[in-house]
């Protein structure tokens, strides 16, 4: 597919974003255990969380929402962020 | 459709083995030789039911897969209004988030969503012609029949990049009139009810536009 019919990776940023705060609004996202346990990789953030001691609610929270992976994603069109499990590093086109 | 799809959304995860390998929804080796079941069906009905289920990772997947797609159906129809491309796309993906429980796998996911995303052009289509009243006459010159079949250059794919580039230098309605009509092979009737125009005002526009076109494709 041509660079033209590519959406761009900001594009595909703000779509995301934009979800998983719909989605949080309507209720609680799935908990990042649940999440690790369909075989998906949690960011090195997430993970932190994922393995704290700390109540279901923290681990149903959007964190994407105060990274800064985020900030750049939305903003920057092949943003350097290249962590593992991160949406916005899939999101790059490169 | 896989056997009894319909209705499996929200339960589909228990039903089948449901492996994430490399951000790719597979399922597992049961289900695909399910008699009457569309592997890819099922891979579709998963990813959906992750998704309900709020799991962010499966929504990343949910965009990343089909993002590409519906950018590119909206830009080629939104010509030459490139700048409401983003809008209407992230329009696309939020009202799918809306029905996504109403998504029974009798068609791809990918045909469900270009579904949506053509509602959402004809939206802007529509809110276009409906204010069409308003074009300046002047702009409109009618030719001696030059005759320029244009059922037939949508169809042909080595005229369609010229097409598109007349398209883009029209006037934004006679743009959106052409497009509505010859791309998305909507009648007269259906654009005046979807506009709330006469479908003679609809006709006259639609005379205006092909006598632009054909003005600039002859010239």
Redesign the interface.
Known sequence: ?SD?????SR??S???S???Q???Q?????GLT??KA?????CVFEELVQVSPVGDSLKRT?Y?RVCHARVMGENIEDAPVYWS?C?YA??QNR | MCAGAAGLANTISGLIG????G?RWTVDSTHETMPGCDPSVAADLALVT?VL????????E???SY??A???FV?RRLTPRYDLV?DV??DV??AA?ESLSKFRGTSPLKAWLLGIARHKVEDHYRKLLRAADQLDTEVVEVLPAAKVDLEQIADQERTEQRARAVLEDLPEQYSAALQWRYWEKRSARQMAEATGRTEKGIERLLSRARDEFRRRWTE
């Open positions: 597919m033209e019919h590519r959406a761009p594009l595909k703000r779509i995301y934009a979800l998983v719909r989605q949080a309507d209720g609680p996202l799935l649940e999440v369909h075989g998906q990789k949690l959007n994407c499990g949406p899939q999101f | 449901k492996h994430h390998t951000y992750a289920q709020r799991d962010r990772k499966a929504t990343a949910f965009v990343e993002a590409d519906i950018y590119a830009r983003d796309v992230q993906f939020l988030w």
